[in-house]
Nanobody, 116 residues
């Protein structure tokens, strides 16, 4: 079955770091643009970062630029989001998304809480 599974979320203090992972199965991973979105309570889901199929191009939301890094390992069918210098405003459920043309696949989400 087609599946994306996020992991690596948790509680971290402001200024800390976390690395999220997104493990893919059931489709040709390298053919898909991988991206991360997040959704805080009462807010719309928002774009965080994206990476092209071969990893050659990346894009980031202004709010995370310089702090977050998206990457992928196609041999492991896994995408990553390295999050540094975390702020309370980064608290949200983080979702992994795979896109090819009109096809989108979403993961179940992983909670990231930034609090002292």
């Amino acid at each position: 079955q087609v599946q994306l599974v996020e992991s690596g979320g948790g509680l971290v203090q402001p200024g800390g770091s976390l690395r999220l992972s997104c493990a893919a199965s059931g489709f040709t991973f390298s053919s898909y643009v991988m991206s991360w979105y997040r959704q805080a309570p009462g807010k719309e889901r928002e774009f965080v970062a994206a990476i092209s199929g071969t990893g050659g191009f990346t894009d980031y939301a202004d709010s995370v630029k310089g702090r977050f890094t998206i990457s992928r390992d196609n041999a492991k069918n896994t995408a990553y989001l390295q999050m540094n210098s975390l702020k309370s405003e980064d608290t949200a459920v983080y979702y992994c998304k795979a896109v090819k043309g009109e096809t989108s696949v979403w993961g179940q989400g992983t909670q990231v809480t930034v609090s002292s």
